[in-house]
């Protein structure tokens, strides 16, 4: 595994272009800590600091900062589908099988790459939010602290599984434009299969099959907190409540999802003629 994934780090620390990106994908949720001192002035009356608000109180700091690093995770996709485009232009993939690494091989380190990455990425998260929300908190129980840490290992199952179906994509059209544009068709598919099902059944029926797409699955680990962060202020307003939590059953499909774009990315290189 380590050869592997060193094989592939070579590879993409020789690429100015991947080293900028994976920098800006592991920099960009750094940005939350500006967002935790934001400030917004209301005409020189009064002013608002987010930080003082209690939104990155301890332990909603976790689902706050999970939800909106995983909207950076775009930034390593393209990495993702450029390990493969680069592969196939560069004529690299051919090499390495000469050389004796096998199919199975070349799909794993892709593999361990998004793994190393996301776990990287996984880290800095918990580090920033643990940070916040020491400052910011008025909880320091252990158990306050450490309670919705379950959002931090739904990030990395999220980051995971989006890679690895780019990583799928970027095996099916060889392209990286191609791959990304293949992320909006599927969106886009999601939302049509669900609007057939919803006519032809109920919204409820259709909303649960919904569920298991595998864009709609992994947005669904980390549910938006905005609902959340109204029900801490308005706690008397019932019709707010929702189910914010982090399943087994959500990180399971993820899991399962995961497994199917890294087994047919394998099938798909093991069938083409190289």
């Known amino acids: 595994m380590i050869r592997l994934l060193q094989l592939e780090l070579q590879k993409l620390l020789l690429s100015r272009t991947n080293k ?8 960009l949720p750094l940005f939350i800590l500006l967002l935790s001192s934001f400030k917004i002035n209301f005409f020189g009356l009064f002013t608002i600091e987010l930080g003082e608000l209690g939104v990155f109180n301890f332990p909603m700091i976790w689902h706050i900062t999970t ?3 995983s909207q950076f995770k775009f930034f390593f996709a393209i990495v993702v589908v450029s390990m493969i485009g680069n592969e196939y232009s560069n004529r690299t993939l051919k090499q390495n099988l000469i050389d004796g690494l096998s199919k199975k091989e070349f799909i794993l380190s892709k593999f361990y790459t998004i793994v190393f990455f996301s776990l990287v990425s996984t880290l800095i998260i918990f580090i920033l939010s643990l940070c916040i ?3 910011y908190s008025s909880y320091n129980e252990i158990g306050i ?5 379950s959002y931090v290992i739904a990030y990395f199952v999220k980051l995971v599984g989006f890679f690895s179906l780019c990583l799928f994509f970027g095996m099916l059209v060889k392209r990286s434009a191609f791959a990304l544009a293949f992320l909006f068709i599927l ?3 999601e939302w049509i299969a669900f609007g ?3 006519w032809k059944s109920d919204m ?4 649960k099959i919904q569920n298991f797409f595998p864009l709609k699955s992994m947005y669904k680990l980390i549910d938006q907190p905005f609902q959340r962060i109204a029900m801490t202020k308005f706690p008397d307003k019932t019709e707010m409540a929702y189910d914010f939590a982090v399943h087994w059953y959500e990180i399971a499909i993820v899991l399962g999802w995961t ?6 990315s394998y099938r798909l290189l093991k069938k083409r003629d190289l």
Not at 259 to 264: H, M
Request: aromatic content about 28%; hydrophobic content about 75%.
């Open 20 to 27: 900028a990106l994976i920098f800006i994908s592991f920099i």
């Open 259 to 264: 497994a199917i774009f890294v087994f047919l």
């Open 187 to 189: 969106y886009i598919l």
């Open 133 to 135: 929300g020491l400052y």
């Open 145 to 149: 602290i450490f309670r919705d840490t």
């Open 67 to 69: 939800f909106f690093a």
């Open 204 to 207: 409820n029926f259709a909303e």
């Open 196 to 198: 057939i099902i919803a």
